[in-house]
């Protein structure tokens, strides 16, 4: 896609004027009508005798989800005037186009203007839809992408995860057992590579019948609907994980996709962003980065690696390297591995919410992204490229989104222990490549119940408790204890 300047003002342009073609047909008053309608329609057959039955009881409720929903997107479309979501549509190119040029160019000054346009006018909008409410204005930024979690809840789960990991990762830093990054390395032919992967994640539940895998410069998954959802990987001929890792994950986002109900309803679309990522790093982290998925994959990778070399590492020397904490390069989110990742996301979530309540200022982030960056990792931060020019979010207004990754990460976690709970035999299925009952119980404990809950919270209240900090806690200080031999 062509990049200069005046390429993204047209672009700028064109984006502008569909935004605001799709904005009127959102806030067309005859939606309003017909919410408004369907809702007196609901309340009759509430007065009426058609409840007497648990299953009229179950198509009410359902029905009442259904109008939420509606009514939740038609009041959030209506706050925001026709010129604004045209206007935020336009700095949505221009934004982009200039933080491209400022990361190729290590040239945060440059972007700085763009960027204070991004928050203040993602303000302008959240401000808007809060309307009357007394909600902080961050954590209606939230709701865009986790519907339901407020800034005051993130705080109290995030301040528990840093506490307990900043002084782990010290910890395991100092080790003097550091396991052996070898089996990752060498000459992996990219066709040996993208033919294990699609055998490991056909495997795990992708229906390729109802897809399909492809290469791309970054993995993503993408939906078209139930019937067609289509996920890509990225591949190194002289390391092998990242693409596997990279498929593992997208076939999660996958699968939640596949096995959400067949309608046209927003009723049976993903609850949130941060439930969309639990089930992506459920399967890349809980079965992937498992010691028996290593007992199964082992085979897979010898006969796909042992015809150019000799490929004869044993499935703990697997494991061990997949799990290996590479501390020499820890500047880049999306190359942490999952010890890192966590204190990752917490920067950008720490410094997005203070720029938004007015306690930071643009012109600062770059010495605060330094400074936590050092606090944090012990690392320091050569350039603003890789410091905090590196990601895309801000650029696009998604302020509010980081969060979810590690709400996601703790989910899967959570996940993982009451799915444990309830398969005894978890391990076991995994180390035969048996992955059908596990895959089952994420689509009856998740996946079909798509926007019934109102929070991720409510969705986990019904498999167990709320999101609870512990288990991700656990999971991470006992695997890297017993990987890195630490009291």
């Not at 808007?128 to 007394?134: A, I």
């Not at 067949?262 to 679309?269: C, E, G, K, Q, V």
């Not at 899967?412 to 391990?427: E, I, V």
């Amino acid at each position: 896609m062509p990049s200069s300047e005046r390429t993204s003002a047209a672009r700028g342009k064109q984006l502008a004027v569909l935004a605001s073609i799709a904005h009127e047909k959102a806030t067309d008053p005859e939606i309003g009508d017909l919410i408004q309608r369907a809702a007196q329609d609901l309340r009759d057959l509430v007065s009426g005798d058609l409840t007497a039955s648990g299953e009229a009881s179950d198509t009410l409720a359902t029905a009442k989800r259904v109008l939420e929903l509606e009514r939740r997107a038609y009041v959030k479309a209506t706050c925001i005037p026709v010129e604004l979501a045209a206007r935020k549509a336009a700095l949505e190119a221009s934004a982009y186009s200039a933080w491209v040029k400022a990361r190729s160019g290590n040239d945060f000054a440059s972007f700085a203007p763009a960027l204070r346009d991004c928050f203040d006018t993602a303000k302008e909008v959240a401000a808007l839809q809060r309307g009357e409410r007394d909600v902080g204005l961050y954590s209606q930024m939230l709701d865009e992408f986790e519907m339901g979690m407020e800034e005051s809840r993130i705080d109290a789960l995030f301040h528990e995860v840093q506490s307990a990991l900043v002084p782990f990762i010290a910890k395991i830093r100092s080790s003097p057992n550091q396991p052996s990054l070898q089996p990752l390395k060498g000459s992996f032919p990219i066709d040996a590579q993208k033919a294990a992967c699609r055998k490991i994640v056909n495997a795990i539940g992708f229906d390729e019948n109802h897809g399909r895998i492809d290469v791309s410069v970054h993995p993503f998954t993408m939906s078209l609907s139930n019937a067609d959802v289509r996920i890509t990987s990225r591949f190194s001929e002289n390391e092998w994980y990242q693409g596997l890792a990279g498929s593992i994950h997208e076939a999660g986002h996958a699968m939640y996709e596949q096995n959400l109900l067949d309608s046209d309803l927003t009723l049976d679309t993903a609850l949130s962003m941060g439930v969309h990522e639990s089930q992506s790093l459920f399967w890349e982290r809980h079965v992937g980065l498992s010691r028996p998925f290593y007992k199964w994959v082992q085979p897979i990778l010898a006969e796909a690696f042992g015809k150019e070399q000799e490929y004869s590492y044993s499935a703990e020397e697997i494991y061990q390297a997949v799990n290996g904490v590479d501390f020499a390069n820890n500047l880049i989110r999306v190359e942490a591995d999952e010890l890192n990742y966590p204190l990752h996301v917490i920067l950008r979530y720490n410094i997005e919410r203070e720029v938004v309540a007015g306690e930071l200022d643009v012109n600062d982030i770059p010495a605060r992204w330094n400074k936590d960056m050092k606090e944090f990792f012990d690392v320091d931060v050569p350039d603003d490229t890789r410091g905090c020019l590196q990601d895309i979010h801000w650029s696009c207004l998604a302020i509010g989104y980081f969060p979810t990754y590690l709400l996601g990460s703790m989910m899967a976690a959570q996940l993982a222990h009451y799915c444990k709970k309830d398969l005894p035999d978890f391990d076991n299925m995994i180390e035969k490549g048996e992955f059908g009952t596990i895959r089952q119980w994420l689509t009856e404990k998740v996946h079909k119940h798509g926007k019934r809950y109102a929070s991720l919270d409510d969705l986990l209240a019904e498999v167990g408790e709320k999101l609870n900090s512990k288990y991700f806690i656990k999971y991470l200080t006992e695997k890297y204890s017993d990987l890195y031999k630490v009291e």
